[in-house]
């Protein structure tokens, strides 16, 4: 909930249409979502459903092409791509399946990519990136480059990118699949702990049923409509 | 704005650290552009090099007195009396040996180049001693002066470099006479260099010139006296002669070459320019679609399409500004005081010059690569910018 009481995320008939020359994808075909703050919701759904579209759409990367879309009481569905990309710095946190490190920086100038856009001085953002990696448990990993981490490693530094600047929401697009079991269980086990125990809200993408049952909430999406609700636990 | 200028130094530091795995295609921009530079600064240098054997000859205090009408010594023609009254007049400097002007006429040999074997115009110039106080940068650096009244020569340094049989001690048959080389002058690499000299009056009779002459130079009692001068002359009624400062005389004498050889250069350089920008644009949409994923999360981040422009844009003008400073440096290292000679037509004489790479040169080298790297870089950074994230996320 929002100060006011409102939800944080509010989806109203959100509509996504892409054209493939004559052809017209409806991806998202009217839907409605209520995301309370301090939940952890998966998304899940076959391929072509749109559950990357909506994640994309509630991170400000995409606009509808009708509904709204309203996060921690912005309207974000009108707002110019430049806008957007302010809005995007200050309120999103980014977490990819392919990890998207870039490759020439250490694990703590990727860390600190996303503070460049805020006010803070150096110290400041050397402190918030140090408090961040601490949290992903590699703080002996600061100087190393993507090429000197694991996987599980990676997806760790691209998950202390995505917190580092607290954002009012944590949007996961198959976080666990390019990882191992053993990797991938533990990325959950750190998506859990950011959610359970510094109240982060987070929206998840997955194929993975395991990794659903670790969230508070889970989706279903099919043709571009919500179709089921999954357990709450 | 400062957090604009801090993102967007982050993502050029990003953009140039990644160059290296993009080493190929930046190589290959970067030797086009160098080979443009090296084109565009090598063809300048030649104008600069006639320009500094031209335009800089000559003295501001020293007036060159022709016919009326005449625009070049070749069309002119001065009585020996006329001579005398110009010598005589009051403003010409003089010295120990009285007035410091020299009357002279010149006459066009066929001398071939060594280069080739070919004939080209070389002028054989007969001067009075006044020549030497008129013209002091004028100095005997081998051998001696002429004597009087033989027909012996002196040659200047670039033609005595650059064409055959004007060394020291060689012995020429041009026209109905032989003509004996007794020394060799430099005089600070101007026109005069390209000449040979004689006595004017051995000159006279041995092309059948009677007693005339095509010009006199004077140097004047100082460069403010010239109009002064110019007005006694112009006046007086025993005369009919146009004066012009030595200066304004050869600037004017190589203009039209200096024209043309600027004008084809900067074509060629022009030509060359646009095929090296098709490889920088090459090169730049290379980079783009490598980092497609990095531009991408970057502006997932919220960083602003305006930093991945100028990124784009600024690794595109560093590689072509090292192309440029390549090209620059080897144009100076392959180029520079080579000496070679062309036709003034002008003066329908050859002109042995020095390619001169100037400072200046170096710096327009500079400056043209930059704006090749600025144009190749425009469009691919342009797309880098438009990229929808969505799509260039999913980018391998």
């Not at chain 2, 290959?28 to 552009?33: L, P, Q």
């Not at chain 2, 007195?65 to 023609?77: D, P, Q, V, W």
């Not at chain 2, 048959?173 to 003509?179: A, I, K, L, P, V």
């Not at chain 2, 043209?368 to 799509?391: E, N």
């Amino acid at each position: 909930m929002t100060e006011n009481g409102a939800a944080l995320v509010q989806v109203r008939n959100l509509h996504k249409v892409f054209k493939r020359g004559a052809e017209r994808i409806d991806v998202l075909q009217g839907v409605d979502l209520d995301l309370q703050s301090g939940e952890f919701l998966s998304l899940m759904g076959p391929s072509g459903s749109g559950k990357t579209t909506l994640l994309n759409l509630l991170g400000g990367l995409d606009t509808p092409s009708d509904g709204t879309v309203t996060v921690g009481g912005d309207r974000i569905d009108k707002l110019s791509a430049a806008r957007l990309s302010r809005w995007r710095a200050r309120h999103i946190g980014f977490v990819f399946q392919l990890y998207n490190l870039l490759p020439v920086l250490t694990a703590e100038r990727n860390v600190e990519l996303p503070l460049l856009l805020t006010p803070l001085s150096r110290s400041q953002r050397k402190k918030h990136v140090a408090t961040a990696l601490a949290m992903v448990g590699l703080s002996g990993r600061s100087k190393h480059y993507p090429r000197q981490l694991s996987g599980g490693q990676e997806q760790r530094v691209g998950i202390a990118r995505a917190i580092v600047t607290d954002p009012t929401l944590l949007l996961c697009d198959e976080p666990t699949g390019d990882l191992d079991r053993k990797s991938g269980d533990e990325i959950l086990d750190l998506l859990q702990a950011l959610n359970a125990e510094h109240g982060k809200t987070i929206i998840m993408v997955t194929h993975d049923a395991r990794a659903a049952a670790r969230s508070t909430r889970t989706l279903h999406l099919d043709k571009g409509t919500l179709a089921t609700e999954g357990h709450d636990r | 704005m400062f957090r604009w200028l801090s993102q967007t130094v982050t993502v050029i530091g990003v953009s140039l650290r990644s160059v290296p795995q993009r080493l190929g295609p930046s190589v290959v921009a970067i030797v086009g552009i160098t080979g443009v530079v090296v084109t565009f600064v090598a063809v300048l240098s030649i104008a600069e090099g006639f320009n500094a054997a031209m335009a800089n000859a000559g003295s501001p205090d020293t007036a060159i007195i022709m016919r009326g009408g005449s625009n070049a010594e070749l069309n002119s023609a001065l009585a020996l009396d006329s001579t005398r009254i110009i010598a005589d007049t009051a403003g010409v400097r003089r010295g120990e040996n009285g007035p410091m002007a020299s009357a002279e006429l010149f006459v066009i040999l066929n001398v071939p180049k060594q280069s080739t074997g070919t004939d080209a115009n070389v002028p054989l110039r007969g001067i009075q001693m006044g020549a030497f106080d008129v013209r002091p940068e004028v100095e005997i650096v081998e051998g001696r002066l002429f004597t009087p009244g033989t027909n012996e020569i002196v040659v200047g340094r670039s033609a005595s470099n650059l064409f055959s049989n004007l060394e020291l001690g060689a012995v020429n048959r041009w026209g109905e006479n032989t003509w004996t080389v007794v020394g060799i002058f430099e005089a600070g690499g101007t026109i005069s260099e390209s000449e040979i000299w004689c006595d004017a009056a051995v000159l006279q009779p041995a092309y059948r010139r009677g007693s005339t002459f095509q010009s006199v130079v004077a140097r004047l009692d100082s460069a403010e006296t010239f109009q002064a001068f110019k007005d006694r002359l112009t006046t007086d009624p025993r005369l009919d002669v146009q004066v012009e400062r030595e200066t304004d005389y050869y600037r004017s004498q190589s203009s039209q070459v200096r024209a043309i050889i600027t004008g084809i250069g900067s074509v060629i350089a022009l030509l060359m320019g646009i095929g090296a920008v098709f490889g920088a644009v090459n090169t730049m949409y290379n980079a783009v679609a490598t980092r497609t994923r990095e531009i991408a999360t970057l502006r997932a981040l919220g960083f602003s399409g305006s930093s991945v422009v100028i990124s784009v844009l600024v690794e595109s003008a560093l590689l072509a500004v090292v192309g440029g400073v390549i090209g620059g440096g080897l144009a100076y290292a392959a180029f520079h005081g080579y000496q070679t000679a062309t036709m003034n037509f002008q003066t329908f004489s050859q002109v042995a010059f020095a390619f001169t790479v100037t400072p200046a040169l170096l710096v327009q080298g500079a400056i043209y690569a930059l704006l090749m790297g600025l144009v190749g870089g425009l469009f691919p950074a342009i797309r880098a910018a438009r990229m929808p994230i969505v799509t260039a996320l999913r980018e391998l």
